[in-house]
């Protein structure tokens, strides 16, 4: 089965779109990443969907339209550039606008109507709602597909605009929302004229501020057990608000990197282990380097269509377990009281 996969991230960059190919037809799932592609947002739907959280309700389901359109209209394109001649069907992660599962919400935006009808291919979205309607933080819902998909390593760390984790124990899968990542990276690299900071070059030339280092480590969020997710709400009002105003960029995006890396290498404790890095994140070398400076496991850096397009991947592998009607999300993972087969199938 073929499937275009659809993933943006709360970090902006823009929208992923790979085509999947999977099967099941021997003892284990297997995948194909056949073609690849990222659409950049460009700087007016930068502003509209960086500035969502503050629209009326009327203006939030414009955007909910037009977003949906402007996905359907990218993978025309990829259908086209990459000449692709068929498509089973589509997953589509969306766009989250809000994540307040302690309120029993998560939204994500993208209509699936809109993608259906105007590429007439059948659409799978809407992913969380389920689970967080029983009870679950609707994330992380990648762990299935590192189960799947990726069981030769023993953690799975994704450094994206969160950094997230996913391992086995216990013959139990677990996953959770480590810590703010190229989020709060970005923020701080926008502010000094850059969109990201390109190995930690920027952050490189800074000091580590150890007040701030240690107000950051203590957190409340870290000593929560799991599960347990963040979102931009939180970086909003609970993360950014820590940061002193008066403080050099360049020292707040050092002390970051330090916080980053003692945050999720402290959870690579076991030695003789694995661990796969994916996201945008790896292919920061000084990221990197701090994660490993805190881990004693063993960390690889897989190729760069994996780094980029593994969340789109495995969002795409929810879409064929939901066709199959296959359990595709975690109790375990989420909180939620069972586990599902998660998202919605919308036919044009």
Sequence with gaps: MKIIACMSGTSLDGLDLALCEFDNSKTNYSYKILEFKTFE????WKKRLGNSQNLSGLELCFLDKDFGSLTAQYILEFIKAKQISKVDYIASHGHTIFHQPEKNLSLQIGNAIQIASITQIPTI????????SLGGQGAPLVPIGDHLLFSEYDYCVNLGGFSNISFEEKGKRLAFDIAPTNLALNYYSKKMGFDFDKNGELG??????????????????????????????????????????SMLY???LRTLYEHIGEQIGKILSKTNTKTLLSGGGAFNSFLVDRIQAYSNSNIFIPENNIINFKEALIFGFLGYLK?????NVLSSVTGASRN?????????
């Design 41 to 44: 947002y460009s700087t007016e």
């Design 125 to 132: 979205n809407d992913f969380r709602s389920l689970d967080v």
């Design 204 to 245: 490189k030339k800074g000091e580590i501020n150890k007040k701030l280092l240690s107000k950051l480590n203590q957190i409340e969020y870290y000593k929560k057990s799991f599960p347990k997710s963040l979102g931009k709400e939180w970086l909003d009002s609970q993360f950014i608000p820590l940061i002193p105003s």
């Design 250 to 252: 360049e020292d707040v």
């Design 323 to 327: 066709i199959n009607n296959k359990i």
């Design 340 to 348: 599902s087969c998660s998202g919605v199938i919308t036919y044009p």
